[in-house]
């Protein structure tokens, strides 16, 4: 029977997604002689579920004094609980901020090495494994990270008729009924009342076909408990997320699956041009939620000024003064007046957050609720040797100033030789791969808002026809690439072309 599962959009979601993310975009030092230290020597210990957060802290702070760059964990069990860790008031783009309890405060770091040699670190309630705002060259390695209770329950559904539903919950997922209302019963002190409900196909491990979000499960539910097993879910949000990176992001050989969002999302961030001071400045403002906080630009910086109904660049210029007045507005300042035809509305975007390059390279993803890869960075970007089955589209090229407001334009985009199995077998997209910016039809004119986009030599094995769905590309390459009818699904709009390419330019297609 498909199982059903409770998930929490709260600052918790935040703590996966940054403990998956640190592991795959740290690069180590090059050429540093290691110093190491063993967290043993400061009071850790492995295998009986002490605490390890104070023997961390005094760890790092001897690194901080000597030196040492390399902080070891012998082969083992670790826990983690937040009782005794330090605070940090965090703004996470894509989540919420907040004060939070850190486990690993690596802000400011640089030329760091966290090795766990095969070590499994496991968290306990509301706490926040690594931050490393600002810091430089840290490499995390040779460790696995999970929560000994998490932030949502499952259940597997037994019976349904008009007026119940009858679950089997498993001991690891405590919960409580109050006043008639189901609530889960999160580590420590935290509480939190049916929010979302999402049906699995327990027999795939994986969103069942079709399924959509249930947020109106809370007025609707009664439950009867018996005793159940097995957790399916890996992560309540996105597994991991690249807010306004530089240098290279690289993923290989990663394995993402039955997380609650997408794989990886790579992005920048257009703030809204909100008012004109004078002549020389802009006022700008972050408009999503979950992106406040996350300053716009320095000193030095190119901003990138766009039209909000066409997204094209409009002008750019180098930013002499930043004035912060709080988490959502900034004043920028240039040394040359401002052309009048910029406007609220518009927005800005700035260049200096983009990573050089991005490899994604021999990943397997899919089971999860929505999506796989979304890019939408100006880099040299490769997606290749990956296997994809995503209940939604597996790479999405997009770009939205209106209401994630996630840049932007992308330049130079291969993906090769990858497979694709049976994706859109859910709800969160119309073709395997989808290239969708956030312009209305009338405003696709030339030139176009992405660039140079490859897909070559990948095999698509397909119940759902429709490989690619793409608008606004100036040079876009589908060639070489194999397709493969399967039956895994029933049959999903059988008369839907297999290319739907529009307001496009410089467009080849080759295939086998």
């Given at each position: 029977?498909?199982?059903?599962?409770?998930?929490?959009?709260?600052?918790?979601?935040?703590?996966?997604?940054l403990?998956?993310?640190v592991?795959?975009?740290?690069?180590?030092?090059?050429?540093?002689?290691?110093?190491?230290?063993?967290?043993?020597?400061?009071?850790a210990?492995?295998?009986?579920?002490?605490d390890?957060?104070?023997?961390?802290?005094?760890?790092?702070?001897?690194?901080?004094?000597?030196g040492?760059n390399?902080?070891?964990?012998?082969?083992?069990?670790?826990?983690?609980y937040?009782?005794?860790?330090?605070?940090?008031?965090v703004?996470?783009?894509?989540?919420?901020?907040g004060?939070?309890r850190?486990?690993?405060?690596?802000?400011?770091c640089?030329?760091?090495?966290?090795?766990g040699?095969?070590?499994?670190?496991?968290?306990?309630?509301?706490?926040?494994?690594?931050?490393?705002?600002g810091a430089?060259?840290?490499?995390?390695?040779?460790?696995?990270?999970?929560?000994?209770?998490?932030?949502?329950t499952?259940?597997?559904?037994?019976s349904?008729?008009?007026?119940?539903?009858?679950?089997?919950?498993?001991?690891?997922?405590?919960?409580?009924?109050?006043?008639?209302?189901?609530?889960?019963?999160?580590?420590?002190?935290?509480?939190?009342?049916?929010?979302?409900?999402l049906?699995?196909?327990?027999?795939?491990?994986e969103?069942?076909?079709?399924a959509?979000?249930?947020?109106?499960?809370?007025?609707?539910?009664q439950?009867?408990?018996?005793?159940?097993?097995?957790?399916?879910?890996?992560?309540?949000?996105?597994?991991?997320?690249?807010?306004?990176?530089?240098?290279?992001?690289?993923?290989?050989?990663c394995?993402?699956?039955?997380?609650?969002?997408?794989?990886?999302?790579?992005?920048?961030?257009?703030?809204?041009?909100?008012?004109?001071p004078?002549?020389?400045?802009?006022?700008?403002?972050?408009?999503?939620?979950?992106?406040?906080?996350?300053?716009?630009?320095?000193?030095?910086?190119?901003m990138?000024?766009?039209?909000?109904?066409?997204?094209?660049?409009?002008?750019?210029?180098?930013?002499?003064?930043?004035?912060?007045?709080?988490k959502?507005?900034?004043?920028?300042?240039?040394?040359?007046?401002l052309?009048?035809?910029?406007?609220?509305?518009?927005?800005?975007?700035?260049?200096?957050?983009?990573?050089?390059?991005?490899?994604?390279?021999?990943?397997?993803?899919?089971?999860?609720r929505?999506?796989?890869?979304?890019?939408?960075?100006?880099?040299?970007v490769?997606?290749?040797?990956?296997?994809?089955?995503?209940?939604?589209?597996?790479?999405?090229?997009?770009?939205?100033?209106?209401?994630?407001f996630?840049s932007?334009?992308?330049?130079?985009?291969?993906v090769?030789?990858n497979?694709?199995?049976?994706?859109?077998?859910?709800?969160?997209?119309?073709a395997?791969?989808?290239?969708?910016?956030?312009?209305?039809?009338?405003?696709?004119?030339?030139p176009?808002y992405?660039?140079?986009?490859?897909?070559?030599?990948?095999?698509?094995?397909?119940?759902?026809?429709?490989?690619?769905?793409?608008?606004?590309?100036d040079?876009?390459?589908f060639?070489?690439?194999?397709?493969v009818?399967?039956?895994r699904?029933?049959?999903?709009?059988?008369?839907?072309p297999?290319?739907?390419?529009?307001?496009?330019?410089?467009?080849?297609?080759?295939?086998?």
């Open positions: 029977m498909p199982l059903w599962y409770n998930s929490f959009f709260s600052a918790v979601s935040l703590m996966l997604v403990s998956l993310l592991a795959v975009t740290a690069t180590p030092a090059v050429g540093e002689p290691k110093e190491r230290l063993n967290v043993t020597a400061f009071g210990h492995s295998g009986d579920r002490s390890t957060v104070p023997a961390v802290r005094a760890a790092l702070e001897q690194c901080r004094k000597t040492a390399v902080l070891v964990f012998p082969k083992g069990r670790y826990d983690f937040p009782d005794r860790a330090s605070e940090q008031y703004f996470i783009s894509n989540n919420d901020e004060l939070r850190v486990a690993f405060p690596l802000s400011g640089t030329g760091l090495e966290i090795d040699q095969g070590s499994e670190f496991i968290f306990h309630g509301v706490i926040i494994p690594f931050v490393l705002a430089k060259q840290v490499t995390v390695r040779n460790l696995s990270i999970d929560w000994e209770q998490t932030f949502h499952e259940g597997t559904v037994v349904v008729d008009d007026n119940a539903v009858e679950l089997t919950i498993p001991e690891q997922f405590p919960y409580k009924v109050v006043n008639e209302r189901f609530q889960h019963m999160g580590a420590g002190k935290e509480d939190f009342v049916l929010g979302n409900m049906e699995f196909d327990t027999q795939r491990r969103t069942a076909f079709g959509q979000d249930n947020y109106g499960a809370a007025d609707r539910l439950v009867v408990v018996r005793p159940g097993s097995g957790r399916i879910v890996s992560a309540t949000a996105d597994a991991t997320h690249f807010v306004s990176c530089r240098g290279r992001i690289k993923m290989t050989d394995r993402f699956e039955n997380q609650k969002d997408d794989a990886t999302n790579v992005h920048g961030i257009y703030t809204r041009i909100t008012g004109r004078d002549a020389y400045s802009v006022e700008v403002r972050l408009m999503h939620g979950q992106q406040f906080g996350i300053h716009p630009a320095k000193v030095g910086h190119t990138q000024f766009v039209k909000g109904d066409t997204l094209l660049p409009a002008y750019q210029a180098k930013v002499t003064k930043v004035r912060a007045i709080n959502e507005f900034t004043i920028l300042t240039f040394a040359k007046p052309p009048a035809t910029l406007t609220p509305n518009d927005a800005v975007l700035d260049l200096y957050w983009q990573p050089t390059d991005v490899l994604i390279k021999g990943c397997t993803l899919g089971s999860n929505a999506r796989g890869f979304l890019i939408s960075v100006q880099s040299h490769v997606i290749e040797e990956c296997t994809f089955h995503t209940p939604g589209a597996a790479i999405l090229i997009t770009g939205d100033a209106n209401y994630w996630e932007g334009p992308v330049r130079d985009v291969t090769r030789n497979r694709f199995i049976d994706c859109n077998y859910g709800v969160w997209g119309s395997a791969i989808e290239i969708n910016p956030e312009i209305k039809p009338e405003h696709r004119q030339e176009r992405h660039r140079n986009i490859r897909i070559e030599n990948n095999r698509f094995e397909v119940f759902f026809p429709r490989l690619l769905r793409a608008h606004s590309v040079g876009l390459r060639t070489g690439n194999t397709v009818p399967s039956n699904y029933p049959a999903k709009e059988p008369t839907t297999p290319l739907d390419i529009r307001d496009c330019s410089h467009v080849i297609i080759e295939n086998k």
